[in-house]
């Protein structure tokens, strides 16, 4: 596999793009602080039982939603509350999207990374801003952009001096509602320098599929994520809820989170496979 550099996520420990295969999960939206701080803390649990590095992520507002009417979280003020407690009482690296710059300086006070969603990963000035707080950044790769324009958008980011990106595959638009995930992009994506993540929960998404809301076909995410895995990637991303198909979002392609030690255990026996082949 092609070397990349490491991003270091707030601790020595939590590094995605080294040896161990990275997990960045949570739930879509941000709810109370008891209910995300409880799934934030089953995760790094669960994580820490298998040695594995883990970043907590939960959107603070949803710009994107397909409806005017659709469930955005708590907002600005409430929702990066609630994500400064679970990184400081759960004791968590925490990350996060921002859907303008101007929401940047007040999220970084909050964040342990930012995250610049799929549609805005062309936004100059939004990427220019998340560079220049000094966190590590993870661009989603829009569904219209082939791999290799990614290129663009990292130069975006370390044109402020932040090397520390990260950029994440979601799946490309196919047609209406639906969206299919060129494994090659992966490859692609990862020659570039920098750590790669898959996205298996938005990758199964039907966006706007499900009459003013996106629909999905969680069933399908373990099994990608376990290609993206073989192909060589250096973390999976993927929300999570106690009850999915009571979530204020993203119900649909959310992974059960009884189910998510044994998504995550089958993962990593892909990874050791991958890195033993590797070596040999």
């Known amino acids: 596999m092609a070397q990349v550099s490491e ?8 590094v995605i793009g080294g040896r161990r295969l990275g997990i960045i999960a949570g739930p879509c939206l941000v709810e109370d602080f008891d209910a995300t701080a409880a799934i934030a803390g089953e995760l790094a649990e669960l994580c820490a039982d ?15 939603r397909t409806s ?28 996060s999207d921002v ?23 062309r936004q100059t000035d939004l990427l220019v801003a998340a560079g220049e707080t000094g966190l590590p950044v993870n661009i989603k790769k829009g569904q219209f952009l082939a791999p290799e324009d990614m290129e663009f958008s990292i130069a975006k980011v370390t044109s402020t001096g932040n090397e520390q990106v990260l950029v994440t595959e979601r799946g490309a638009s196919f047609g209406y ?46 099994v990608l994520a376990r290609a993206a895995v073989a192909v060589g990637i250096d973390a999976v991303f993927m929300e ?40 040999r």
């Not at 298998?50 to 994107?64: C, E, G, Y």
């Open 240 to 279: 999570v809820h106690p009850r999915p198909d009571e979530a204020p979002c993203d119900g649909p392609n959310m992974i059960p989170l009884a189910q998510v030690r044994g998504v995550i255990e089958q993962l990593l026996a892909v990874h050791r496979a991958v890195m033993h082949a590797v070596e």
């Open 68 to 95: 005017v009417t659709s469930e955005r979280g708590p907002g600005w003020q409430d929702g990066l509350e609630v994500l400064a407690r679970v990184r400081d009482e759960v004791g968590v690296p925490v990350v």
């Open 7 to 14: 991003v270091v996520v707030r601790e020595p420990d939590c």
């Open 177 to 222: 509602h639906n969206l299919v995930v060129d494994m090659r992009g992966l490859a692609i994506m990862r020659a570039l320098g920098h750590p790669v993540v898959f996205d298996a929960t938005h990758s199964v998404q039907l966006p706007g599929g499900s009459c003013g809301a996106s629909g999905g076909q969680r069933e399908f995410a373990p």
């Open 99 to 121: 859907h303008e710059t101007l929401q940047v300086p007040l999220a970084m006070q909050a964040l342990d990374m930012v995250q610049v969603p799929a549609f805005l990963s």
């Open 50 to 64: 298998l040695d594995t590095p883990f970043v907590f992520k939960a959107s603070f507002d949803k710009a994107n």
